[in-house]
């Protein structure tokens, strides 16, 4: 009698093992950074963390495939190192025998990756399937782009000085033109007068000789 | 002596104060290139070391250049057409040079201000636009121009300029850039649109934040880690650079357009001042100020250089240990930067073959520190890469591109009154039209035609005006600046005249070099120059994403009508000092055979001032 469970039991681990190999087609290396994500809070990996990614696993192919109920030994895991990093193959709960193909499990993963993120407190670049490469973040498009309000504000501001500029340029001519119509004019003669006075006092200035300075020594 | 005339009752405007004039002076010298250009020369050329060749151009041409310009401004109180006018009617050519230079120069730096301007737009953001690649069509993954190159490098040639693959690409005005480009006009014009009322008034806080920006950025870098590394990199002299007969040519020519010699913008400053003035040590402090700007520049950039190019070297490192983690299983963060080595030997002993297939990289600091960039790419490349590693990263992207427009700015007024001066004084403007309103077409005239550079290959033609425009006609004009006043003025006459103006004569420093030094130094840099442009057939780096070595800068030559458009440019600003003389010696001529058919003793021939 116990030597039949016994059997049964080495043979279904046996199976097991035969069905989660490195590098079989129908799984995926799952690779983590504990450290470098959590620093001094990071936890240690043990058999309890690895229950809860099974467990978290198992309800990702819930999720995708609904009808079926995957339990946590569904989810068989092997060749762990210790960069925690391991292999992982998803049996299906009808017939353990028969593995999950890739791509639904690659759609489970995917449409849950921010639960199974978030269950371990890491990221998409620290919990890491390799050969499911994360949905980038679609990048916030703002219906005004930010540059522009800048640059409104900055042509605002200066065109309404330009504008300041320009009409106190022309308020400034017109007290001008209205304060002194006449003092110009008597201004004016005045000032004529005294340039032609001042060029009669210097006489006729010959430029002549000023240039032939520059040109003959003599 | 000689009278200038003025317009009657209107006085010629004149500065509020000293401090106005030197601030205007000094931020007119203390530009973009003290910031981008003399720390990439530093750094290339050996360190410290080529402190030497600086300050020795700095003494023999800066100087005496820049005080012989003041102090002819101050006297004959006219822009630089006037000014050479009055020295001789056959020069009033160097002045209408130094007006299209002045015109040209500033067509090309306003785009740059727009960029700058771009950048500062969008630092309002969080994140900053140039630190992630955008997603592909279908949200698999990044772009592939954005994934072969960087994500700045992507921000800078695709988002900004929307570069074309060639120069011959033309492309569509950018629209962005317009919009851009016309906000930098109207920022020069709103400074600019009373002349030196508004420009004295502006400048004191253009010319002062840039050293603000320097002091807070200064001690934001030092706190960095690996500011230390960029820092000894940079001022490290190797001693054998000084041999390389390059390093003191591009010494030369550094000094001479940092201090924005031959623009005509520094006479038509000091031609505002009162003539009792010592231009001799205004002199002095803009020439030394410039200097001392650069170097100050220098700290802080390369403290900031170092700091990144440590957190790529981390980088590298990083990604050959998660590489060895990954491939050999071992734990989690086990493998650190310390003890990186102990373990890739231990790796290399047992599993050799392994090791080899990883193909870790090579990660050397130095090849990192290596990365230099001048210009353009310094500001909008690099240091946004080391800005957006930098916590509060907005703010610091902020206090940057403000701080280069500021910098612009101050130096956009010295040109832009390097074309007005002389067309005020030349009264080529009808009384009627006012001041803001010639001020403001000639914004728009250059708005106008700066089109060109929001062009998809607006950058490969402001590269072309860069190099073609802002250097070997500036030479030029020197040249035969400093040969009128020394030998056509008379250096006795110049002496007498600043004697009356300082009160004291130019010492045999002044004389030597306003005589023979820098005419010759001048000469000898233009030849050089000359000769080494001419030696290969010139070519520009084109960014183009179908390149077979992409994101390596795709190397072509300049087509036919290309060349032709640069000789032109070189070309162009200088012909008219020939041209011009021509013209007065067949006006005289004409005179001479109309005297000698019909003598007239009364008639008055020379009329200064006459174009």
Redesign the interface.
């Known amino acids: 009698m116990f030597e039949k469970i016994f059997f049964l039991l080495c043979l279904s681990t046996a199976l097991a093992e035969q069905l989660c190999r490195p590098e079989a087609s129908d799984g995926y290396r799952v690779?983590?950074?504990?450290?470098?994500a959590l620093g001094d809070e990071a936890y240690v990996w043990n058999d309890n963390e690895m229950f809860l990614f099974r467990a978290t696993l198992a309800f990702a192919m819930r999720n995708q495939i609904s009808g079926q109920e995957f339990e946590v030994s569904n989810i068989i895991v092997c060749d762990e190192?210790?960069?925690?990093?391991f292999w992982f193959v998803v049996t299906s709960p009808q017939n353990t025998s028969q593995l999950v193909d890739k791509e639904s499990v690659e759609e489970a993963v995917r449409k849950s990756r921010n639960r199974i993120n978030s269950a371990f407190l890491l990221t998409d670049k620290t919990l890491e399937f390799i050969g499911i490469?994360p949905?980038?973040a679609?990048?916030v498009n703002p219906d005004t782009p930010?540059?522009?309000i800048?640059?409104g504000l900055?042509?605002g501001a200066?065109?309404a000085?330009?504008i300041v500029?320009?009409a106190s340029?022309v308020v400034q001519?017109k007290r001008k033109n209205d304060e002194k119509p006449d003092d110009e004019e008597i201004?004016?003669e005045t000032?004529?007068k005294t340039?032609e006075n001042s060029a009669a006092s210097e006489g006729?200035y010959?430029?002549?000789f000023?240039?032939d300075e520059?040109f003959t020594h003599m | 002596t000689l009278f200038p005339r003025q317009k009657e009752g209107t006085e010629r405007p004149k500065w509020d104060n000293k401090v106005q004039y030197l601030l205007t002076c000094i931020g007119f010298a203390v530009g973009l290139g003290n910031v981008w250009r003399f720390p990439y020369l530093c750094q290339i050329y050996g360190g410290g070391a080529f402190l030497i060749p600086y300050v020795i151009a700095l003494v023999f041409e800066g100087l005496p250049l820049l005080y012989m310009e003041l102090a002819i401004g101050q006297r004959l109180r006219m822009g630089s057409v006037g000014v050479w006018n009055s020295i001789s009617p056959y020069l009033g050519g160097l002045g209408v040079a130094s007006m299209m230079v002045s015109f040209l120069v500033g067509l090309f730096y306003n785009m740059i201000l727009a960029w700058v301007l771009w950048y500062f737009f969008h630092s309002f953001q969080s994140p900053l636009p140039w630190r992630d690649c955008p997603l592909n069509l279908n949200h698999t993954g990044y772009l592939t121009e954005c994934e072969k190159s960087s994500p700045v490098n992507y921000f800078w040639y695709r988002k900004t300029l929307n570069i074309t693959p060639d120069i011959e690409t033309s492309g569509p005005l950018q629209w962005w850039l317009v919009l851009c480009l016309a906000t930098a006009w109207c920022l020069v014009y709103i400074c600019f649109i009373r002349g030196i009322e508004t420009i004295g008034k502006a400048i004191y806080i253009t010319a002062t934040f840039p050293y603000l920006v320097l002091t807070i950025f200064l001690v934001r870098a030092l706190t960095l880690s690996g500011a230390t590394d960029g820092l000894v990199y940079l001022f490290t002299p190797n001693w054998e650079t000084l041999k390389n007969p390059k390093v003191w040519l591009d010494a030369a020519t550094q000094i001479f357009f940092s201090l924005s010699l031959a623009f005509g913008g520094l006479i038509a400053f000091s031609s505002y001042n009162p003539q009792k003035n010592n231009c001799e040590r205004d002199a002095l402090i803009v020439g030394c100020v410039n200097s001392l700007t650069s170097i100050y520049a220098s700290i802080p950039i390369f403290a900031i250089l170092g700091f990144k190019a440590n957190e790529n070297y981390n980088d590298c490192r990083n990604w050959n240990i998660l590489k060895l983690t990954n491939a050999f299983n071992i734990g989690d963060e086990n493998i650190t930067l310390e003890n990186y080595d102990d373990w890739l030997n231990h790796l290399n002993t047992t599993d050799p073959s392994e090791v080899e297939s990883l193909s870790l990289k090579t990660c050397n600091l130095q090849t990192f520190l290596d990365q230099s960039a001048s210009g353009t790419g310094l500001a909008f490349i690099v240091f946004t890469e080391a800005v957006i590693r930098m916590p509060g990263s907005q703010v610091w992207a902020v206090l940057f591109f403000v701080m280069l427009f500021s910098l612009g700015l101050s130096s956009m007024f010295g040109n832009l009154e390097g074309v007005l001066t002389p067309l005020l004084d030349l009264h080529m403007v009808p009384p009627w039209i006012p001041k803001e309103i010639f001020t403001g077409l000639i914004c728009l005239t250059s708005f106008t035609v700066a089109l060109i550079f929001t062009l998809g290959s607006g950058n490969y033609w402001l590269e072309i005006f860069n190099s073609y425009v802002g250097s070997m006609p500036l030479l030029i004009i020197a040249f035969f600046e400093i040969i009128s006043v020394a030998y056509i003025y008379g250096i006795n006459r110049f002496n007498d005249d600043i004697e009356w103006m300082t009160g004291r004569r130019p010492n045999i420093y002044w004389q030597a070099t306003w005589r023979f030094i820098s005419p010759f130094m001048l000469l000898v840099v233009f030849v050089a120059y000359v000769v080494i442009e001419a030696e290969k057939r010139p070519t520009y780096n084109a960014w183009n994403p179908d390149y077979v070595n992409f994101p390596l800068a795709d190397v072509l030559h300049y087509p036919e009508w290309v060349f032709a458009i640069c000789v032109l440019l070189s070309v162009l600003p200088v012909v008219s000092i020939p041209l011009v003389a021509l013209y007065r010696f067949i006006g005289l001529l004409k005179k001479y055979i109309m005297n000698r058919h019909n003598p007239n003793p009364y008639a008055n021939e020379f009329c200064n001032g006459d174009l």
Do not use: H, Q, Y
């Open positions: 690779r983590l950074s504990i450290k470098t190192t210790p960069r925690v990093s490469p949905t980038l679609a990048p930010p540059w522009l800048v640059f900055v042509m200066v065109g000085g330009i500029l320009l340029s001519k201004d004016e000032r004529v340039v006729i010959n430029r002549s000023s240039d520059r």
